[in-house]
């Protein structure tokens, strides 16, 4: 069993900045984020193996980064140059042994 708590999400305008934390309970060889707006399907946003490679979404390259603190088992999303249509709930994620575990998710609102 894997335990993933969310943090950071919130308001915040165009053009700013937030930061998401997700602690794990145990050690983890990847985890990600997932972003789901209304009506639309969950997305990958973007992903860390233990090795520190990353891969992101499209739609975030160059804005949003992911990195990861092993002594904490914490994996973070710094989210820079915000824009209305990152609104989502956003999810961390999981998979030891192919076996999907998501956080409660944090919701993140962009203003206009």
């Known amino acids: 069993q894997v335990q993933l708590v969310e943090s950071g999400g919130g308001l915040v305008q165009a053009g700013g900045s937030l930061r998401l934390s997700c602690a794990a309970s145990r050690a983890l060889n990847a985890m990600g984020w997932y972003r789901q707006a209304p009506g639309l399907q969950r997305e990958l946003v973007a992903r860390?193996?233990?090795?520190?490679?990353?891969n992101y979404a499209d739609s975030v390259k160059g804005r949003f980064t992911i990195s990861t603190d092993s002594a904490k088992n914490t994996v973070y999303l710094q989210m820079n140059s915000l824009k209305p249509e990152d609104t989502a709930v956003y999810y961390c994620?999981?998979?030891?042994?192919?076996?999907?575990?998501w956080g409660q998710g944090t919701q993140v609102t962009v203003s206009s």
């Open positions: 860390i193996t233990s090795d520190r490679s990353t």
């Open positions: 994620h999981a998979r030891p042994l192919f076996r999907d575990y």
